[in-house]
């Protein structure tokens, strides 16, 4: 279970950008932030809502259902009504393309 | 030709009619009609998000956005020593096994009964009991407003059959295996189970799951019980497939005056599962008795549905729900009590109890109430936990060590749904997989 | 049933007059002009206007919710006048000042605006007295001052206090929150704001009493509460509104804060106009309140006795930050009539050792249906957290409905959480019993429902608590069948 999965060519994730994927039975959303990419679980800690239907700015992902707020590189909940941190995932880049390991 | 499906709702509008050239030789019209309903139905629906109340908790984009093909029929690499493999030691039944969704006859084992009793694939039923199945199929799992059932229903191929008439009892129990096989690519197999019991008749049916590999694929049952008046059926669900499978599967119960049904669910197996049960007590003085048992760990996330309808006056109904979760396990309870307007005297009872044996497991747990009729005794429970201390701090000072104390504790908790079972051996192997399940989940503390 | 309860007569809603006073009505309809001008009505300054602006343009986006167990015909939301204003443009320096029709109007809800009176004679209570969009006065301003408390309109904390309310308002029920607190923070009107600074026992109940009046107006009232660090407050609200033939609308949020050791107790008794006995009329109560237990060992209670309005949609709840904090709910709610509720509580679980308690009570007669609705969530840091909750419904006559609709959501394997819940009708052998000792059927059933109700009632300030029996017998008659 602990091994890592190849989920995208680094070119399909743009700076700024959050796209969701779907790793055997989990949904992984992967960003791009100053150049590093992230991967957590692509759901809300509110409540089971994707994230990646959200914005991200900075490192900060913002839930468009009910503008929780999340730091994508630890996971911590910043403000309501989420309360609890999001699932983070390893990420490694090998051959530009882009592995996630599911914990 | 493989029939594929991608994550667009039009590929399985599409795939039909190919689907029903491929699968059946001379397909019915009354059946036909129902499985293009259906498809119909499906795509209005489509397949439910988390901001539908009934699936709040669990996501399926991994199956809405997953890629599958109808499973090709993998009879190779099933014989009779994996049968034997998977099969519950020393239960005297009727063999049913489906690879794959398909009946296999070769490897099945009907044995005589009473007079009268049918048990077949529904695929041969549909000409050789052909009344009885138009009659019946499709008339219960209401497939215009869920998904799952109008996507079986426009897809399933076979199932189980079993008709008991009138006044007769079938004294072995049914067992229908269903293995799942390597396939290469992500598979999709509906299998559908129509069992009619008629009045004073008796049956009892076991539903067991399982894979060969350790594959992606979608299973999606639907069963349909049909309780004529006083009949007696008992029916088990074993979930045993592989940890990334999703199942999902619908039970759909229709009871007449004084039927009684006692349904149990284990879920051990899969990726994403979903079990629903639904028994409409539909006659007066029925009784449903519904138990189910979880235990997910790892990544599984298992999602207990439920919904009782009381439709007559003077029936009891009974559901007990335990769970226990480890690592980074997700649980669902959802159950729902309705009681109908001219339902009265009616008395329903719902338990959901819960353990969580680490603290990235997660239970989220919704037993409700929904009442048109004042004369009601209704009641439900829910409670999340951990394991007694104080409990188990008294094993250990009678001498009981630690590991012991907690699995004497995990399955006085497992036994609750357990000991309801009446078929021996199906109890015996769940809580052999079940004492397995806690030496794992002990070893890795 | 051996009394046909049918027969008795239907008391009528006792506070449906409507009080003929002059007033100043916005124009129906929502748009930012609408909002510019409530703003400058209050002399707010520029960033609470831009605040409401933000509010406007998303409620714009919203979808009005429909996931509750209620169903009532679509509100038109540009039908309604956002404001409605007694003509004097001075605050009232004293209560010669205010329009006696008014004051008689008060006089007649039994609501005391004059200090020396006192609420059945037991303790002082100040009043804060909102009458449609305007708070008209505040009792006992002074004495509280005293105190360091400060208890006002919300309009006059906008104006005196702007660095409070630029640090509280919005931080409970953000802005965007949900549909109709959206619109809320666009439009809102009046309401009350309380501070108890560090250390002090709030010398005597806080009450604010809102009243609609004016016709096709919604109010709007937003109300804030502030408890500092070791202090004490207990809040209550009443509301009523005249009879009238259409729906109207009433969309509050209140926000309370608790920091390290305070204590909030929030009671609510709503007896807003149900509707008549054929479901016509009475208001949609569509209200957000929340609390937040900052600090340590805080501590928030509600408690609300719900027996008017047409519609209730409400779920007061606590967020638990705090270790050691403690959130408690307790509610009877009674729908009568053709009376829809949708009530129930959220307990958030975040900080250690936090604990909540649950104590809901329905009671459905008529046609009245009734739902519990609640969530309790245990986070993933809230270890030890624990939850009872109990939700009883009591079922009168066969054409009403009773739902109960719990969510419980744990992450953390030390958490204890226990749900009880039970429906069942009213004792018939209870009623003998009653009927047997010479007790009236109405009596005796009223006796029943207050001692179904007694675990809530207890929660009450005592005079309240009378009040709130009271008012559940005078609901409840006429209805049973």
């Not at chain 2, 993998?74 to 493999?85: A, H, L, P, Q, T």
Request: hydrophobic share 35%.
């Amino acid at each position: 279970m602990s091994d890592f999965h190849k989920v995208a060519p680094t070119s399909e994730i743009e700076e700024g950008e959050i796209k969701s994927f779907i790793v055997e039975s989990e949904i992984v959303a992967v960003c791009k932030v100053d150049g590093e990419y992230y991967a957590f679980k692509d759901e809300c800690s509110h409540q089971t809502l994707p994230l990646s239907d959200g914005d991200i700015q900075g490192e900060i992902v913002t839930c468009c259902y009910h503008g929780a707020e999340f730091n994508v590189k630890t996971g911590e909940a910043l403000c309501l009504p989420a309360t609890d941190p999001i699932e983070i995932f390893e990420v490694k880049i090998e051959n530009d393309e882009i592995f996630v390991k599911l914990g | 030709m493989a029939i594929e499906f991608n994550n667009k709702v039009e590929s399985y509008v599409n795939g039909l009619p190919e689907f029903q050239k491929t699968y059946f030789k001379e397909i019915p019209s009354w059946l036909s009609d129902i499985k293009n309903e259906a498809i119909k139905s499906f795509s209005k629906l489509g397949f439910p998000t988390p901001l539908d109340e009934d699936w709040r908790f669990t996501n399926l984009a991994p199956i809405s956005r997953n890629s599958f093909q109808i499973a090709s029929n993998g009879i190779s690499e099933v014989n009779k020593e994996s049968i034997d493999k998977f099969s519950i030691p020393s239960l005297d039944c009727h063999k049913l096994i489906f690879v794959n969704g398909r009946y296999v006859s070769d490897l099945s084992d009907i044995k005589s009964d009473a007079d009268g009793i049918v048990i077949k694939s529904l695929k041969e039923a549909l000409n050789s009991d052909k009344d009885l199945v138009e009659k019946h199929l499709g008339k219960y799992a209401e497939y215009k407003n869920d998904a799952f059932i109008s996507l079986n229903t426009a897809y399933f191929e076979d199932g189980v059959f079993v008709y008991v008439p009138k006044s007769k009892i079938a004294e072995k129990p049914v067992y229908v295996l269903n293995i799942s096989t390597n396939e290469e690519a992500q598979s999709l197999v509906n299998p559908r189970n129509l069992v009619i019991v008629e009045d004073n008749a008796e049956v009892k049916v076991v539903e067991h799951y399982v894979s060969t590999a350790q594959n992606v694929y979608l299973s999606n049952v639907v069963t349909e019980f049909v309780l004529g008046e006083n009949a007696n059926a008992e029916h088990y669900m074993l979930e045993l497939e592989s940890k990334k499978a999703f199942n999902i599967s619908t039970l759909r119960i229709q009871q007449k005056r004084s039927s009684n049904i006692k349904s149990h669910s284990i879920l051990l197996g899969g990726a994403i599962v979903r079990n629903n049960v639904h028994p409409v007590l539909n006659g007066e003085g029925c009784n449903s008795d519904i138990f189910g048992l979880y235990l997910p760990k790892d990544r599984q996330h298992m999602d207990n549905f439920m919904r009782v309808e009381h439709a007559s006056p003077h029936c009891d109904s009974r559901q007990f729900y335990n769970g226990i979760l480890d690592d980074k396990a997700r649980g669902v309870f959802h159950g729902r009590i309705v009681v109908h307007e001219g339902a009265m005297l009616t008395d329903a009872k719902q338990t959901n109890r819960n353990l969580l044996l680490s603290d990235t497991a997660q239970i989220d747990t919704k037993p409700q109430l929904e009442i048109y009729n004042y004369d009601v005794k209704c009641t439900h429970g829910a409670t999340i936990g951990q394991m007694d201390d104080e409990a188990i701090f008294y094993l250990k000072s009678r001498g009981i060590p630690n590991k012991e104390a907690r699995r004497i504790m995990l399955q006085s908790f497992t036994n609750e749904t357990l000991e309801s079972m009446s078929l021996e051996p199906v109890r015996e192997s769940m809580e052999n997989l079940i004492l397995e399940w806690f030496e794992e989940s002990f070893a890795n503390k | 049933m051996s009394v046909d309860f049918e027969k008795l007569a239907d008391q009528e809603y006792k506070y449906g007059f409507s009080t003929n006073v002059e007033q100043e009505i916005a124009p129906v309809g929502l748009n930012e002009d609408v909002i510019k001008m409530i703003s400058a009505k209050k002399n707010e300054p520029e960033w609470l206007l831009e605040w409401r602006l933000e509010a406007y343009k998303n409620w714009l986006k919203m979808k009005e919710p429909d996931w509750a167990f209620i169903k009532y015909p679509k509100i038109d939301f540009n039908k309604i006048s956002y404001y409605a204003g007694t003509k004097n443009v001075e605050r009232p320096k004293s209560l010669d000042e205010i329009d006696p029709e008014i004051r008689e109007t008060y006089d007649k809800l039994g609501i005391p605006l004059e200090e020396q009176k006192m609420l059945a004679g037991v303790t002082n209570v100040a009043v804060d007295a909102v009458f449609d969009s305007v708070s008209l006065f505040t009792t006992f301003k002074e004495k509280l001052a005293e105190d360091g408390v400060i208890f006002c309109s919300i309009s006059e904390a906008v104006e005196d206090h702007p660095e409070l309310i630029k640090k509280y308002l919005g931080s409970v029920v953000p802005k965007n929150d949900n549909f109709y607190a959206c619109l809320n923070s666009a439009v809102f009107t009046d309401g009350s704001f309380v501070y108890i600074p560090e250390g002090v026992r709030c010398p005597m109940e806080l009450s604010t009493y809102f009243r609609i009046n004016a016709e096709n107006t919604g109010q709007f009232e937003r109300t804030l509460i502030i408890a500092e660090k070791g202090s004490y407050v207990s809040y209550l609200e009443g509301c009523t509104a005249p009879q009238r033939d259409e729906n109207q609308l009433h969309a509050a949020v209140v926000e309370l804060v608790a920091h390290e050791d305070a204590t909030i107790k929030y009671s609510t008794i709503q007896n807003w106009y149900p509707g008549d006995k054929n479901g016509k009329g009475g208001i949609y109560n569509f209200v957000t309140k929340r609390g937040r237990c900052i600090g340590d060992n805080s501590h928030i209670s509600w408690t609300q006795v719900e027996t008017g309005s047409a519609i209730t949609w409400k779920y007061p709840s606590c967020i638990l930050e705090g270790d050691n904090s403690v959130g408690e709910f307790y509610s009877v709610a009674l729908t009568n009539r053709y009376q829809q509720a949708d009530t129930g509580t959220k307990m958030i679980h975040v900080g250690k050792n936090t604990k909540s308690t649950i104590i809901s009570k329905g009671i459905s007669a008529g046609h009245g249906q009734n739902t519990y609705r609640g969530l309790v969530d245990i986070g993933k840091n809230a270890n030890n957290a624990r939850n009872y909750t109990q939700c009883d419904s009591m079922l009168i006559g066969d054409e009403c409905g009773a739902h109960t609709f719990p969510y419980i959501e744990v992450k953390n394997s030390t958490a204890h959480m226990e749900h009880e819940a039970s429906t069942s009708k009213i004792g018939e052998d209870q009623l003998f019993y009653c009927q047997q000792r010479g007790i009236s059927a109405e009596d005796a059933v009223s006796l029943i429902v207050n001692g179904f109700c007694k675990e809530v009632f207890k929660e009450l300030p005592f005079e309240f608590a009378v009040e709130a029996e009271k008012l559940l017998s005078v609901s409840l008659e006429g209805s049973v069948g």
